[in-house]
């Protein structure tokens, strides 16, 4: 006992002579003209490891530092680099209060530099102010603060960018300027990622955990050396970068929805979904017995709905004396989530004198309960040989499982379906399904940057992106019964079950390199000429086996009664199911070659940025096997010239003046290409091989001034002139699924005005941005009139409508309470969108239309100690529905209810 005391003695006293040995350093980086903190700042001392960033206020401390004299230095980007000989001395840490100030923008040629504080907002205001092109920049620190977990939902907070959602999944893309997803570009970190979803050119949003992301940019103008597949903008995920010093950051929470205070979760025993299908295991001649096909997946259960958890966390450093640099990102989400849906089928009334109007013929209320996991994970190693060249290699993998159960109680009210007579009466449907789909997404980039000599640079990439797609054994009954005159009911019966196992995948391989040339042409003036080329090689396949089990007879030839999915007695009707014969089955590639040339010119306060890009195109497709009543394959090949110049006026260092022109093309998915239905979760889609590629002509204007670090205001305006574009029409709809096929509707005009808005008065600030967007296209649809015979005639007659997605009104206001004392964040954020077309109707007068909206969310956080912060995020506090109306009439209607997070997040 004495010993152990003797020892904690000398521990002790050890631990307080090293502490009285050593001193520290500490204070707040503020901004020398506006007096604000600057977050993200590196403190570090000259010729030593290690270092400190400051945090959301600025505040900075370094401990445990050696008794002696220093060189202290601070690095933020746009900034001076602070240096500073200062004497540390032994038990004490001195208060160091620095300011920054802004440096002039100079030519110089081009290095390679390391990034210390790109998360933050004050570096999203400098990128937008310094960009060649118009872009909005949403920082990591905005997405930290917000409500949002994921990048869709951090995204429509950025101006003229809403998020489409398919009924009962989380599946989320953007369109931006009211322009759909087809129009839009998705990178990450600057390349073309590949999708799982066979009916997505794009990768979701919602899979892309914020939390991995240093930034989010929005191009809502093209230069040169961009991609031109981008008529409405191009939205890049820039994953996080190796810092300069020493980073480690994880959080956690934990959440619910409020849709289950109302109703259980309902489930299904996940083991029994089969992986693979009979013809996968047994071969393409295995005829399949009823045994064969597991019932525990049919058997759906209802319990209380788990919370949601999510935990994520940062580390990077670097190495040999700054050379090797890495970051490592890891983010796990496990969600569950519901939502109350009411969807109804319309069809044209061909009642004498209803003039093919819109009716409902069907309605059903369904019920959806989904598990989604996402984990997300990122890494990236550079290694900089000196200041003029750098090898890095990025890896994102991208990880989705969703497990889903749709209970559906359908009844026809048109037609006397089944013997109805009047309301209460007739068949009712039970369309129940359980589904487990998983995605992965691989994005694989090796790239260099190289300065040669004093004027060249020279960079270049190689990109491995692949995704794919598995959904095994996707269970669908289908269960009825009559309700009588006498409301009287018979015993339940089921109609069928289809099983359907379906695989896809997208690949794509493409290399990238530009070379560069930049000169000075006096004190203020500049040239810089810059060419480069991109080939990119991509393919994409389809595979599906589906299997109808139905009923068997009973003994006098009728249907026996369905009490539970153990006890029913049914047949395969297909025992070799579709694996050689599915429509569905396709392969379809795409390759493109582009190279572009660019001159930028600077000319005291103006930069001229011009040049032209030409993109060729080769898609084709083959179905497997050849199906006789389609054209099974087909080739296309087309070449555009994109020429396009961005004017740049700069009104003095905290605004500009901007104009561009440049014009774009939107390429049909490969998917759309193929005349088979591809299956979706709501929405299934027929494919054109007619269907053109898009081109368009895009004007932007745009003033920008940024009086703070953290404030902005932008006020613009756009035109575009859009040939062929790209849209869905109806074709019919079967048990619930509608029928989709992409077609092309003359010519489109789109105009509109942005504006975005933020300041601080004092610890009070608002936040907000409002877009404006009207688009007309004229198509030709079928007009039926009555004349007093009741004869009707159908004639084709031009109607003047929106473009399909696109939304009038998109406002965004957030007011933001921020106590620097405190250290205190509390955002209260609102967002507004008007009617949205969703789909075209093909008789004159009738379109589907997504009414107004509007959102609530509240978030907040609050530092409790050095390194712990607490958040809490509240999302969707209106309760807000999700409907989509035809002739007043309500097509659908969603509900998701109100969700909730409380949650930590610890930083170095």
């Known amino acids: 006992m004495i010993n152990k005391i003797y020892l904690l003695f000398l521990l002790t006293l050890f631990t307080t002579v090293a502490s009285a040995q050593t001193g520290g350093i500490k204070g ?6 506006t007096k604000e903190p600057l977050s993200g700042a590196f403190v570090h001392f000259d010729n030593k490891n290690g270092g400190a960033v400051t945090d959301a206020f600025g505040n900075y401390a370094i401990t445990g530092v050696d008794a002696g004299q220093y060189k202290l230095k601070v690095k933020y980007i746009g900034y001076t680099e602070y240096k500073q000989d200062i004497t540390i001395t032994a038990g004490k840490v001195s208060v160091m209060n620095i300011t920054l100030s802004e ?21 999203s205001r400098h990128k937008e102010n310094k960009a060649d092109n118009i872009i909005n920049v949403l920082s990591a620190q905005a997405m930290q603060r917000s409500p949002d977990i994921n990048a869709a939902n951090a995204l429509q907070r950025v101006s003229a960018v809403t998020i489409q959602r398919n ?8 369109i931006i300027r009211g322009l759909e997803p087809r129009y839009n570009n998705t990178l990450i970190n600057g390349v073309k990622v590949t999708s799982p979803d066979p009916v997505s050119r794009f990768i979701s949003l919602s899979i892309v955990p914020s939390d991995l992301l240093e930034s989010v940019e929005v191009s809502k ?29 994880a959080n956690g929470s934990i959440g619910y929805s409020a849709i289950f205070f109302n109703r259980r979760f309902d489930d299904f025993y996940h083991g029994a979904v089969q992986s693979r299908s009979p013809t996968e295991r047994f071969g393409a001649a295995y005829s399949a017995p ?15 709905a788990p919370p949601t958890a999510l935990l994520g966390f940062t580390y990077g450093r670097r190495f040999l004396n700054n050379k090797l640099g890495f970051i490592i990102a890891d983010s796990y989400q496990n969600q569950f989530y519901g939502t109350n849906s009411e969807f109804n089928v319309a069809q044209p009334d061909i009642r004498p004198g209803k003039n093919f109007q819109p009716v409902i013929s069907d309605v059903a209320n369904r019920a959806y309960s989904t598990q989604q996991l996402n984990n997300g994970l990122s890494a990236h190693l550079d290694y900089k040989f000196d200041d003029n060249n750098k090898v890095s290699v990025d890896n994102v993998f991208l990880y989705t499982h969703l497990a889903q159960t749709r209970l559906s109680i359908d009844t026809s009210i048109l037609g006397g379906n089944g013997g109805r007579i009047g309301p209460g009466t007739g068949t009712v449907f039970n369309d129940n399904r359980s589904n487990i789909q998983n995605q992965y997404v691989e994005n694989l980039k090796l790239s260099g940057k190289h300065v040669i000599e004093k004027h060249f640079l020279f960079d270049w990439a190689g990109v491995y992106s692949n995704a794919t797609q598995n959904a095994p054994d996707r269970a669908d009954i289908s269960i009825n019964h009559l309700i009588n005159p006498d409301f009287t009911s018979t015993p339940d019966y089921f109609d069928n079950i289809s099983r359907i196992w379906q695989k896809s ?34 393919t994409r396949y389809n595979h599906q086996n589906e299997y109808i089990l139905r009923p068997a007879a009973t003994a006098n030839g009728g249907k026996s009664g369905f009490t539970d999915i153990y006890s029913a007695n049914f047949v395969v009707y297909n025992q070799t199911g579709t694996d050689q014969s599915d429509k569905t089955n396709y392969t379809a590639y795409e390759d493109i070659t582009a190279g572009y040339g660019e001159v930028k010119l600077v000319l005291d306060n103006l930069a001229v940025i011009g040049g032209v890009r030409v993109e060729g195109t080769k898609q084709g497709y083959d179905t497997h096997p050849v199906v006789l009543d389609i054209r099974s394959n087909a080739k296309k090949t087309y070449t555009d010239v994109l020429p396009s110049v961005q004017l740049k006026y700069k009104l003095t260092e905290n605004s500009n003046l901007r104009a561009s022109y440049f014009k774009s093309i939107a ?12 299956l979706g979760e709501s929405t299934d889609v027929t494919g054109n091989p007619l269907v053109k590629h898009t081109e368009a002509d895009n004007y932007d204007i745009r003033y920008e001034l940024f009086p703070g670090k953290e404030q ?36 489109a005009k789109v105009t509109g005005a942005e504006i975005v808005y933020s300041k601080y008065f004092g610890d009070l600030g608002v936040s907000g941005n409002y877009t404006y967007t009207y688009s007309n296209i004229k198509t030709t649809k079928i007009y039926t009139s009555t004349d007093a015979n009741g004869v009707s005639t159908s004639v084709p007659r031009l109607q003047s409508r929106p473009l399909q997605g696109q939304t009038g009104d998109v406002l965004n206001l957030s007011l933001l309470y921020k106590n620097d004392k405190q250290k205190a964040f509390v955002q209260l954020a609102y967002t507004y969108t008007s009617k949205t077309l969703s789909l075209i109707y093909p008789n004159y007068g009738y379109d589907y239309y997504q009414q107004p909206q509007s959102f609530l969310a509240l978030s907040g956080e609050k530092q409790v100690a050095k390194h712990f912060v607490l958040t809490a995020k509240v999302n969707n506090l209106l309760n807000t529905p999700t409907t989509v109306l035809i002739n007043n009439l309500v097509q659908s209607k969603d509900l998701y209810n109100v969700s909730f997070n409380l949650g930590f997040r610890y930083s170095l």
Do not use: C, W
């Open 505 to 538: 995948g997208n690949k794509d391989l493409s290399a990238m390199a530009n070379i560069g040339y930049k000169t000075g042409l006096g004190e203020k003036s500049a040239i810089e000429l810059k060419a480069g080329g991109l080939y990119r090689h991509s």
């Open 221 to 249: 103008s093209l230069t040169p050396e961009m991609e031109g597949d981008a008529i409405g903008g191009t939205v890049n995920l820039v994953f996080k970068d190796a810092p300069e010093y020493e980073y480690f950051k």
């Open 290 to 304: 009823p045994g064969y096909f597991s019932r525990a997946n049919l058997d759906f259960t209802k319990k209380n």
């Open 167 to 174: 009924s009962g999944s989380d599946e989320a893309y953007a």
């Open 712 to 747: 902005q205001l932008f006020v613009g305006g756009f035109y575009k002139n859009i040939i062929n574009p790209i849209e869905f029409a109806l074709n019919d709809s079967q048990n619930g699924q509608l029928n989709t096929s992409p077609q092309n509707f003359g010519t």
């Open 28 to 33: 707040q980086i503020i901004d020398a003209q």
């Open 103 to 123: 440096k002039p923008e100079e030519l110089k040629t081009v290095k390679v530099y390391g990034t210390t504080n790109a998360e933050s907002e004050s570096s």
């Open 667 to 678: 390429r049909p998915a490969l998917y759309e290409l193929v005349p088979t239905p591809t």
